[in-house]
């Protein structure tokens, strides 16, 4: 008889169970998050473990690693092989492993309301068979994504026409933003992030695509003069917070998997809410220490926006070149993702209790914890 394991009944048991815990029944994890103490990837890092050793009344506990056990290109690796338990794994940085998963990380653009696309794209993955295997086949479980608030130009120099993009030298996220670059003619650098203040600093760019947040997670706020919102828009909308080496998850029991399914709720939802509150903040103390805040022609608006239109058939051709099947497909299921959550959480104040709600009902709720990741 297969019947499902709702999150109600499993937390309830493992409440029933809680006074029976012993020393020698507790299990400690190791966590990586792979970015620095106080940044919002961390702050969400903290806030699933937290909530895992609140859920589990201290059978599970984690020892949390932050830059030092493994750094974000390491952490694929990592997490399959058992170095850590759990990871904050970006796919886009593994993008062979990840063909499937990162034909929703190109479609970054289709949306800018960061609650939403979290929604988007974590429902798309948690129902996506093809996506879900390439996790099963790199030995981890998937537990959703966060994602940071719309991308704009962090620099050194002023950017807020069309000819000022021509020949400027950018960092860049993914293939997707690279094109927009390079369709403005400028030239496009992919960096990991811990690379990013250095580079800008040192003038190897002169300016990084980044949402606001990163003035004050990578201390952006003390190399850049200008920040230019509204261009390219977009999101990095596969921050997988918690994803959990395989074996480690097959060793659970269903009412220890279920708190780490319910953990993994909050720590998007702190993780989206840090980013938006953290980029509403980081643009008020921008403008407190002399950075100007520029807003984009709307000629450069227009632009972009029709970029954006036209990349999306591109998008899908490219996926397809990469192994991808029935991208075109895939990319409109997507758009219709976006749309439908743009709609759920329209007047919905984005606080971590309200998103934290949402997502467990349309999403996570539906999760049978007994069968997933089989």
Not at 8 to 30: F, H, N, P, R, V
Not at 119 to 142: K, R, S
Request: proline share 4%; glycine share 8%; charged share 20%.
């Amino acid at each position: 008889m297969n019947m499902r394991t709702t999150f109600s009944a499993l937390i309830a048991a493992s409440a029933l169970a809680a006074g029976s815990i012993t020393a020698a029944d507790a299990k400690e994890l190791t966590m990586a998050p792979g970015f620095a103490p106080g940044s919002t990837v961390n702050m969400g890092a903290e806030a699933f473990t937290d909530r895992v050793t609140e859920l589990t009344d201290g059978e599970i506990t984690f020892a949390i690693h932050p830059l030092t056990l493994l750094s974000v290109p390491q952490m694929l690796n990592g997490v399959r092989d058992g170095v850590a338990d759990v990871g904050v794994v970006l796919p886009m940085v593994f993008a062979a492993q990840f063909k499937e998963s990162n034909l929703i990380g190109d479609l970054a653009m289709l949306g800018t309301y960061s609650p939403a696309v979290a929604g988007a794209t974590t429902e798309y993955m948690m129902n996506c068979a093809e996506c879900l295997a390439e996790y099963t086949g790199n030995n981890m479980v998937y537990l959703g994504s966060g994602s940071t608030p719309d991308y704009g130009i962090l620099s050194t120099k002023p950017f807020s026409t069309v000819d000022d993009l021509k020949g400027a030298k950018l960092r860049s996220p993914n293939a997707t933003f690279n094109r927009w670059v390079e369709h403005f003619g400028g030239v496009a650098l992919t960096l990991p992030g811990n690379e990013i203040f250095e580079a800008v600093k040192q003038g190897v760019v002169d300016g990084a695509l980044l949402s606001a947040g990163e003035l004050s997670n990578i201390r952006m706020i003390d190399v850049v003069k200008y920040v230019t919102m509204g261009v390219p828009g977009g999101t990095y909308n596969l921050i997988n917070i918690a994803t959990v080496n395989r074996d480690t998850w097959e060793e659970l029991t269903p009412e220890l998997r279920s708190a780490m399914v319910e953990a993994a709720v909050h720590a998007v939802a702190v993780t989206t809410v840090g980013y938006f509150e953290g980029a509403t903040k980081s643009l008020e103390e921008a403008k407190s220490v002399g950075i100007e805040i520029l807003e984009p022609s709307e000629a450069l608006v227009q632009a972009s926006n029709a970029f954006v239109q036209e990349d999306l058939a591109q998008i899908a051709t490219l996926a397809s070149e990469r192994g991808v099947e029935n991208a075109e497909e895939k990319v409109a299921r997507f758009r219709e993702l976006v749309i439908k959550w743009e709609g759920l959480t329209d007047g919905m104040e984005p606080t971590v209790e309200n998103l934290t709600a949402l997502y467990k009902t349309e999403i996570f709720d539906k999760i049978d914890v007994e069968t997933y990741a089989k």
